[in-house]
């Protein structure tokens, strides 16, 4: 007898995290696997962040809070909106929660209805289409290619526009392909979304920091959408504050306050020193952060260099985040003899098995033609890698 629930039944474990589990399964026999699958910065939190967090631990921060965050961090969030977005988010417009994960179910479990369709624009992070079926909503994807550097064109948009479309959710800079949306670029997306008044979206800009394309732009900065948008952002990445779990919304009154509702019911407010951690973050010192970008930067340019030299990849050039995610179609097909490739999924176990690499199959994130790698590794680590992954690919045939 199935005990467990449709829900839960019918979902799938996050593709990411199954193949960090199966590189850790290999390391406990003794394997030297290299990981390229998780979005982990492998600096550690800077220090005046943990200090801050020492701090309100001495100080006695240990107790409940606000269920959407301290008012002290919401006002810091504020002016970080405006400093940083020239979004002007008042503080009951704005809601803290345990990771940008949480951030985006809340908002999600506020506006999806069973049967609603959100539209993804593919590739996207593995969690969109599994946030959307718990909302027993579905998601439909707008795939849009290499050539086109993984950015749907407005044409594409509204070619998958439906009397049910509620939600539009993405992020940019992009995770997995590093893509990142122009101010002009967004335009062409907001000209079909004025058209449609009752379709949201959900703007995940947690890469905000890691931006090599210039001065970040957010969706909700267009008069037209301000109202219509969620905008998601958090400390894991661009602080290196992944085990931190804090990620933060802003948005209407209204869905802030449904999403509060929610979290009241789930989690309350997340962890109170952690908060107090946080504000130190937004209003000190960036330098750190700009520093682990520039160190991105330089892994990217690597990263890109190797994969030129893998004949059957294809690749954009990331503009953002810290992830490369080569088409590997054309490699579909061949054989080392014991392994046939036909998917991104298959290679990305031949590469484990083969190479000891750890990668991410493309189909989780809407395109099964491709790969995911993390360069939130050290150089000596992707060198290392890219030597064992050009070596598996050059047996196949």
């Known amino acids: 007898m199935n005990v467990l629930s449709n829900r839960v039944s019918s979902m799938v474990e996050s593709a ?39 701090k309100a631990l001495a100080d006695g921060q240990t107790k409940y809070t606000p269920v959407s965050g301290l008012l002290e961090l919401r006002e810091a969030i504020s002016r970080k909106f405006l400093r940083d977005n020239g979004l002007h988010y008042a503080p009951d417009q704005i809601v803290v929660s345990t990771g940008a994960k ?13 049967d609603d369709e959100v539209l993804l624009p593919s590739p996207y992070w593995v969690s969109y289409a599994a946030i959307a079926h718990l909302c027993e909503a579905k998601w439909i994807e707008i795939l849009a290619p290499v050539e086109q550097h993984y950015k749907i064109t407005p044409e594409q948009l ?17 995770n997995p392909t590093g893509s990142v949306l122009s101010h002009d670029e967004l335009a062409g997306l907001v000209a079909v979304l004025e058209k ?45 504050m992944t085990g931190w779990r804090l990620g933060y919304i802003g948005t209407t009154k209204e869905i802030a306050q449904a999403c ?16 107090i951690a946080a504000i130190a973050a937004l209003d000190g010192d960036m330098g750190p952060t700009m520093a682990m970008r520039e160190a991105y930067q330089r892994r990217k340019t690597l990263v890109m260099n190797h ?24 490699c579909f097909g061949k054989t080392d003899g014991k392994s046939i490739i036909k998917n991104g999924n298959d290679l990305a176990l031949y590469l484990l098995e083969n190479a000891h690499v750890a990668s991410v199959g493309g189909d989780s994130f809407g395109d099964e033609n491709c790969l995911r790698f993390s360069y939130a590794a050290s150089e000596d680590n992707i060198n290392k890698a890219f030597a064992r992954i050009k070596e598996a690919m050059a047996k196949l045939k």
Not at 43 to 53: G, L, S
Not at 158 to 173: N, Q, R
Not at 260 to 275: L, V
Not at 317 to 330: L, Q, W
Request: charge should be neutral; include cysteine.
């Open 158 to 174: 509204e070619a998958h526009i439906t009397p049910k479309t509620k939600l539009v959710i993405f992020s940019s800079p992009c």
């Open 260 to 275: 509060d509702k929610i979290q009241g019911q789930f989690t309350s407010g997340t962890c109170s020193f952690n908060q």
């Open 307 to 330: 994969i030129a030299d893998i004949a059957d990849w294809k690749c954009n050039d990331p503009e953002g985040a810290f992830y490369a995610f080569p088409n590997v179609s054309r």
């Open 196 to 240: 449609y008044p009752r379709i949201h979206v959900i703007s995940d800009e947690i890469y905000e920091y890691i931006n090599y394309a210039g001065k970040h732009v957010s969706i909700a900065s267009f008069k037209s959408m301000y109202d219509r948008t969620i905008t998601v952002n958090g400390f894991s990445k661009g602080f290196a």
């Open 16 to 54: 990411t995290l199954l193949m960090a589990r199966m590189a850790r399964e290999l390391r406990g026999k003794g394997v030297d696997v290299i990981n390229l699958s998780l979005g982990e910065p492998d600096f550690d939190t800077p220090q005046h962040i943990k200090d801050a967090a020492v």
């Open 102 to 114: 949480q951030s985006i179910a809340n908002a999600c479990l506020a506006l999806l209805d069973k």
